[in-house]
């Protein structure tokens, strides 16, 4: 089998390198050579010897290569890569990629494009890097209804989560940020990682491979971690939780609900162990119950691992539907408000009496009971009031939040963060 | 496609309600029929609506049902499952079968058989219940070079150690023992699970798709938990580990290291969290890194689950070879005494002057240095001694054993625990 490899940067050098070395051994186990035809790169990588290598400045050269079978995209970016991605399969080839972004903003497109031609898109490096999600949840839960996906698939948001967390540590969002720019595990203009749209693109796919509905990203609900404090990791620290960066799809009886915020997690489940830069997907289930599936979430290796074994899949031969159904249900997606959990609240007031008695009237206005409760010492004449709630459905929530804000006692904006309800 | 299911104990009543509950998913990811043409079983089981099901009393007669194209095996044990899926075969029928013995000790045969006969064998189910683990490796992994593959393999032992490690249980083996039979997690006769038999065949399995060697059970070191103290539990705890009973094939230099035993984990590794009856696979490998696979390891639902996925699997179309690898490489073996790694040792000495020299002055001689040392208050004039190596050639940290036994000093045998070096 033949494939020819666009873009060169870490994650194509890294697929280079690994087809290099591991040659002999995945031949052995595919039973057939696997052949670089070609590779379209804007420049060579220092890493890789390319010396006996067919290389093109021009990557549209692959997607027209008739000695290429695979084309695999790795160039990032959503134009000139669909664009790619859509000249191969209209000249007949199989397409590996690791671009989210690509499958959640033009999945749609692409599969039909593909189908058509009678080809196959493979993506499982779009998601959490080097974990064979796709894979497990397509078709190693494939027997199972599912019923929740929750992930910690963003690695520079759990990385600046894990440092914040440390014991003692009390490190600002904005310190810690900056001490992951300076090791490289966030960009430069780190918006896309810490508000949550990385995130978003990843679980658009899992929630369409999870319950065969179409790829939704424009629904999705999307919050970073650029708000949450020093002091919100140490309340919830307190009330024996810590704060993970979760995407959530969850099939409730209303709905489908799909979102990507902040999350209070008990300290003993297994996603709250998952620390730094690594990535977890634990996925709840109604035969298998519940399995989780770790590992590192991005980089050469791992990334290349997965676009491996793609490629692997395809020389094996055999085919399943583009996110392994056959058909796809209708959405129904719910809103953000519609969701019921529970819900973490911090909220300086005033130190004097009644404050209490007149937050938890607000609350019980709008049918929210209390379920542990904080109240700090008084500082400069402020206190800070920690709330965890039961469950109650977050329009009510948010009222109430709203109300308890234009209160004279409250001398701050309400912290909220949802709990965990997997 | 057209199943025959042999066995309806607790795996196969799983399997025939997920296939009635889940149908419209399941044909909705196919695309295809799943038809149930026959079950063979002794007797039918209360939780399966058998009305409109052609049942048999001879589930030889399901291997001879030309209306079956997939056999499935649940009726466990080796002698006649081994017959009944030869049969299926040699009348051109694939099988899928949870029957992790059948696969450890007789896999060769059943897969030659199935080569020439044209049909594939799948046995997701054999390893870890619920958790995909064959396919991960055999699939997800195939780009990598395995390193080694590290399993809390066995619900029946994981509970106990977790019990035996509850903040002040001091428990012994055998108490919590009978706890674990009188809910059902241990057998009345405990000895395949507790003594390592059954994660022997499991680490078999797994080490053969992940290295692509032969299936060689009789090879296997093994060693269960039975000798496992409350002492133990509490000193490994005191220098930051906990024990857990692991399946380790892990391939170095020497040779391939196949070894089931109890293993001090560092206490915030990933495999340190995997309590009670749960189970999880750790994979190193050269380019995905450490990945992490967790989820029920028994159970009705778990393990029909995974059947469930290879009934897929097959339905889906597509092909691999049964380990993963078209032609198997030799296995090359290292002798447990071969291996190197660190240990914790604990021993009874009488609590005079010079003997912790002597103790110091053996392992010395035997080139174990030590990395960490704990010497407990004297009781009735006996003083325990524990003690960490650094990482040392087995057959020299027997060598020492045997000779700090013979002294006179020494009141105990040595408790010998490896240490985990992944």
């Known amino acids: 089998m033949r494939i020819g490899i666009c873009g060169?940067?870490?994650?194509?050098?890294?697929?280079?390198?690994?087809?290099e070395s591991n040659r002999a051994e995945i031949e052995r186990k595919v039973g057939r050579d696997i052949i670089l035809s070609q590779v379209g790169c804007r420049r060579d990588h220092p890493d890789c010897d390319l010396s006996s290598t067919n290389v093109t400045?021009?990557?549209?050269?692959?997607?027209n290569n008739p000695d290429v079978d695979v084309l695999v995209e790795l160039i990032g970016g959503t134009d000139v890569a669909k664009d790619l991605v859509m000249q191969a399969i209209s000249n007949g080839k199989h397409i590996v990629t690791a671009n989210k972004a690509l499958?959640?903003?033009?999945?749609?497109?692409?599969?039909?494009?593909?189908?058509?031609?009678?080809v196959s898109v493979h993506y499982e490096a779009a998601v959490a890097g080097g974990i064979p999600i796709v894979k497990s949840?397509?078709?190693?839960?494939?027997?199972?209804?599912?019923?929740?996906?929750?992930?910690i698939i963003n690695g520079t948001t759990?990385?600046?989560?894990?440092?914040?967390?440390?014991?003692?540590?009390?490190?600002?969002?904005?310190?810690?940020?900056?001490?992951?720019?300076?090791?490289?595990?966030?960009?430069?203009?780190?918006?896309?990682?810490?508000?949550?749209?990385?995130a978003a693109h990843k679980l658009t796919i899992l929630a369409a491979i999870a319950f065969g509905v179409p790829l939704n990203f424009s629904a999705m609900y999307t919050e970073g971690i650029s708000a949450i404090s020093a002091d919100d990791i140490k309340f919830a620290d307190e009330l024996g939780y810590c704060i993970k960066h979760l995407g959530i799809a969850r099939q409730s009886g209303d709905g489908l609900e799909l979102r990507v915020h902040p999350t209070l997690v008990e300290k003993d489940q297994m996603l709250a162990q998952v620390n730094g830069v690594m990535n977890a997907v634990m996925v709840g289930s109604d035969a298998?119950?519940?399995?989780?599936?770790y590992g590192a979430g991005a980089g050469a290796g791992p990334t290349a691992s997965s676009v491996m074994a793609d490629i692997i899949d395809i020389a094996r031969g055999g085919k399943l539907p583009d996110l392994g159904f056959v058909s796809l249900?209708?959405?129904?997606?719910?809103?953000?408000?519609k969701i019921r959990c529970s819900y973490y609240l911090r909220l300086g007031v005033v130190d004097q009496a009644g404050v209490m008695a007149n937050v938890s009237t607000i609350l019980s206005r709008h049918r929210v009971s209390i379920e542990a409760l904080i109240q700090k010492d008084a500082r400069r004449g402020d206190a800070q009031i920690v709330i965890?709630?039961?469950?109650?459905?977050?329009?009510?929530?948010?009222?109430?939040?709203?109300?308890?804000?234009s209160n004279e006692a409250v001398t701050s904006k309400v912290s909220m963060i949802r709990v965990s309800n997997l």
């Open 8 to 19: 060169l940067g870490t994650v194509g050098s890294g697929l280079f390198n690994l087809l």
């Open 57 to 63: 400045r021009d990557i549209f050269e692959v997607a």
């Open 103 to 118: 499958i959640a903003l033009h999945g749609d497109e692409v599969f039909s494009a593909a189908e058509q031609a009678g």
């Open 137 to 151: 949840i397509r078709e190693g839960l494939a027997g199972n209804t599912i019923e929740w996906v929750a992930g």
């Open 158 to 198: 759990n990385f600046i989560l894990t440092e914040m967390s440390r014991e003692g540590s009390n490190r600002s969002f904005d310190d810690v940020l900056s001490e992951a720019q300076a090791l490289g595990y966030a960009e430069a203009d780190p918006t896309f990682d810490v508000e949550g749209i990385d």
């Open 288 to 293: 298998a119950g519940s399995t989780m599936y």
């Open 329 to 337: 249900a209708p959405t129904g997606i719910l809103a953000i408000e």
């Open 388 to 405: 965890l709630t039961d469950e109650v459905l977050e329009s009510e929530m948010l009222d109430a939040i709203s109300e308890i804000e």
